[in-house]
């Protein structure tokens, strides 16, 4: 008898759980709890889940086209202040950072469609814009995932990337023989092979690290071939991957710091 696969939610977990969470933790640690669960509420309005009926979804993966979302640029441009207010309010913007990021707002179509596009960043504060357009189409893109993800179990993939927007995962749960992965991008989950980098599917030993850290103790393997990372955890401290993601986002900071991609 294996263990069955652990299957994190990606619902919003409740206020009261946050609240509670977040009295336990340290200021730096709960502000990131705070951010990262209120994210997770953000939701598209009903236009624009009206005109994903419009999206022709492939039926190989990936499923989503990107560049076929609809852009209502109202609603995109309340999520991308939200964010911004969210980071501001919690204190992990710069004063001119925050001025400089809401003045995005007015050009939050262009910014969209270069996401879309995986166009590069000119600089650090235009790649954070970038990312927090992300950000705020993921309601959106998750509507979309979830409506093709099934309902029992999560989808077998051998592939590197999310099966439904091409997306690279950011966090990892063990199941039966495999692991879980999870989108960073739309927050879909696959089952993938447990052996090798996900990335990559390096699987030379001497290429490949993994550490625990933390308490709880969350994991961190690290590829040396394509330099990525992957966080995750075997025992998690709630059943949410905001919250998992939240906790374990110290992580990320140390192993950008070494130059490695996430
Ligand atoms: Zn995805
Ligand atoms: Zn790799």
Redesign the pocket.
Known sequence: MGRADLVLSREAPPARVVADLAARLGEAEAALVRVITALSRLEPVSAEVAALAGVQVRPVPPCIPLGALPVHADAVGMRFVTVVDLLGDQGLLAASAYRALRARTADVTPLVRRWMTGASARDGRDALALRIAGVAMRPLLRHL?QSLEPADAPPCSASGH?P??D?EPDFSTPARAARVLY?A??D?AWRAPRAGCAFCRETRPDRLAFRRTGEPPYGLEVCASCRHYLKSVEVPVSEYLAIERALSAPLDSGARAAGLVG
């Open positions: 995932s999310c439904y927007c997306g989108c991008r739309c879909a």
